[in-house]
């Protein structure tokens, strides 16, 4: 049986994290259904300071309607090599990191934050604050699910 990525939620506009870090909204395109793995991605990291770490956090609706929401850690990615990945490739494409998390144990978090919504809300931090004027872009961020091929529409 072959597996296939299918995207649930994704940000098709570039992000920018900044010194304190980003509000990215996610649009929600399907349901999570039955998944083996769940993925963060996130496409063509670019900008000049190679010394951060990206926290991914989840931002989870509030349980009461008073209550602030919550945050789930995803994962962290460090962006060594950032600086000489930003370089645009020989073919005229922009360069950049990709970045890959496996966030399979936060699936049941992810599937209700997912439950009934139009967007999901993650934060994405520098593990410390950018010095001034540094900005690193994200192009593409989206969360997939594994399943099997069978199993898709």
């Not at 509000?23 to 010394?51: H, K, P, W």
């Amino acid at each position: 049986m072959s597996q296939s990525l299918i995207v649930i939620a994704a940000r098709d506009e570039l992000t920018y994290v900044r010194s304190a870090g980003v509000e990215a909204v996610l649009q929600v395109q399907g349901a999570v259904g039955t998944a083996r793995r769940t993925y963060l991605v996130m496409e063509n990291i670019r900008g000049s300071f190679d010394a951060t770490v990206l926290r991914v956090f989840l931002k989870a609706p509030a349980p009461d309607a008073g209550s602030p929401p919550s945050e789930v850690h995803l994962g962290s990615h460090a962006l060594y090599g950032l600086r000489s990945a930003s370089v645009p490739r020989a073919d005229g494409q922009p360069g950049g990191l990709q970045c890959q998390l496996d966030v399979t144990p936060q699936s049941a978090q992810i599937a209700a934050a997912l439950a009934g919504q139009a967007q999901l809300r993650l934060s994405i931090l520098p593990h410390q604050q950018l010095p001034d004027g540094v900005e690193i872009t994200i192009d593409r961020i989206r969360i997939s699910v594994e399943a099997d091929a069978a199993n898709t529409p």
